[in-house]
């Protein structure tokens, strides 16, 4: 929900002129300290990956990476900061791309969301899952969605934030099995699986990393993934496609971007160390720990994927009449 005061920040944003985009000149990139900006508060997944691609870069290029949470409005105060933000490659965006191309379908933004930003290119996935009450009699999304159907059904789920990418992924989930479900809202990831694991309602869908730990402990069990193909990370949970839902496909992607105007050179070269640093060994394996995997694409494959994820979520909102209150 957008309160008062981050529509205020977000209005004090907009009001500011964008910078002139100038040519700039041809310079081995980093030359000056980079500031990675993350749309969320410290402690989340795409923070966790963010300082650890920081720290990394640093170590390769000799160069400060920093990292800078510019949170509030569900990330768009920090997407529009790196609109507004000079591009000569000393600020650049990490975030998940889900957030960022359903914001324009949920707000009214000060930036335009196809034209004011770059992509430099995907970095890392995090699966989302479809959690249940271990108590809860469906073992698969097939009979879950036979029960969801029956008459006088009370199946409810828990929503972690309207607007957020695992409300949305239920929603798909939703529409794809031809379901209306009453959502109970949460305040956060946290909070959301908390009460599942309290029973206080059967099901809810989030990132791995928030519900990987309660499955394999036997607190929650888990009836599928979001992702195409099975996950390294959980192989034993099938995907929706493998149960009858292809469409239910989120690939929550956190990805690279840049202020629109970025030399082609920065935003090669700026390619070249994140996907070094996010491929290095060492890397990885803390990802893991995070239930995240890496997923590189390049600057050239971004704007066909970026167009297909804005027309997927612009057209699941439409047609489930979603609104952030």
């Known amino acids: 929900m957008l309160t008062r005061r981050a529509l205020a920040r977000l209005g004090a944003l907009a009001a500011m002129p964008l910078l002139p985009r100038p040519a700039l000149a041809q310079e081995s990139w980093p030359s000056r300290p980079v500031?990675?900006?993350?749309?969320?508060?410290?402690?989340?997944?795409?923070?966790?990956?963010?300082?650890?691609?920081?720290?990394?870069?640093?170590?390769?290029?000799?160069r400060s990476f920093v990292v800078d949470n510019r949170t509030g409005a569900n990330g768009t105060i920090g997407f529009n900061s790196v609109a507004r933000a000079r591009p000569d490659g000393t600020t650049l965006l990490v975030s998940t791309v889900s957030t960022y191309a359903m914001a324009p379908w949920l707000y009214q933004l000060p930036y335009d969301n196809e034209r004011d930003l770059v992509g430099i290119g995907l970095l890392a996935a995090m699966p989302i899952?479809?959690?249940?009450?271990?108590?809860?009699?469906?073992?698969?999304?097939?009979?879950?969605?036979?029960?969801?159907?029956q008459p006088n059904s009370q199946i409810t789920y828990a929503n972690s934030g309207t607007g957020s990418?695992?409300?949305?992924?239920?929603?798909?989930?939703?529409?794809?099995?031809?379901l209306n479900l009453v959502d109970v809202g949460y305040r956060g990831g946290g909070p959301a699986?908390?009460?599942v694991m309290a029973n206080e309602t059967p099901m809810?869908?989030?990132?791995?990393?928030?519900?990987?730990?309660?499955?394999?402990?036997?607190?929650?069990?888990?009836?599928?993934?979001?992702?195409?193909?099975?996950?390294?990370?959980?192989?034993?949970?099938?995907?929706?496609?493998?149960?009858?839902?292809?469409?239910?496909?989120?690939?929550?992607?956190?990805?690279?971007?840049?202020?629109?105007?970025?030399?082609?050179?920065?935003?090669?070269?700026?390619?070249?160390?994140?996907?070094?640093?996010?491929?290095?060994?060492?890397?990885?394996?803390?990802?893991?720990?995070?239930a995240v995997v890496p997923a590189v694409s390049t600057p050239e494959q971004w704007p066909e994927y970026f167009r297909s994820e804005n027309a997927k979520w612009r057209d699941m909102i439409r047609a489930r009449n979603i609104k952030v209150q």
């Not at 500031?35 to 000799?62: E, K």
């Not at 479809?130 to 159907?149: C, L």
């Not at 034993?236 to 202020?259: K, N």
Request: glycine share 8%; proline share 8%; net charge neutral.
């Open 129 to 149: 899952i479809m959690v249940v009450h271990p108590s809860f009699p469906a073992r698969n999304v097939p009979d879950f969605v036979a029960r969801a159907k």
């Open 204 to 290: 809810v869908f989030q990132a791995a990393s928030g519900v990987l730990p309660q499955v394999q402990a036997g607190a929650l069990r888990a009836l599928g993934i979001t992702t195409a193909q099975r996950s390294p990370l959980a192989p034993e949970i099938p995907t929706f496609a493998e149960q009858g839902y292809p469409g239910v496909v989120v690939e929550e992607h956190i990805a690279l971007q840049g202020p629109a105007g970025l030399p082609p050179d920065i935003i090669r070269r700026a390619h070249e160390v994140a996907k070094a640093a996010i491929e290095a060994q060492e890397t990885r394996q803390r990802l893991a720990a995070l």
């Open 193 to 195: 699986v908390q009460a």
């Open 35 to 62: 500031t990675l900006v993350v749309p969320w508060a410290a402690g989340g997944s795409t923070d966790a990956v963010a300082r650890i691609l920081a720290q990394r870069m640093s170590q390769d290029t000799g």
């Open 165 to 178: 990418s695992t409300h949305l992924a239920t929603e798909l989930f939703l529409q794809e099995a031809g």
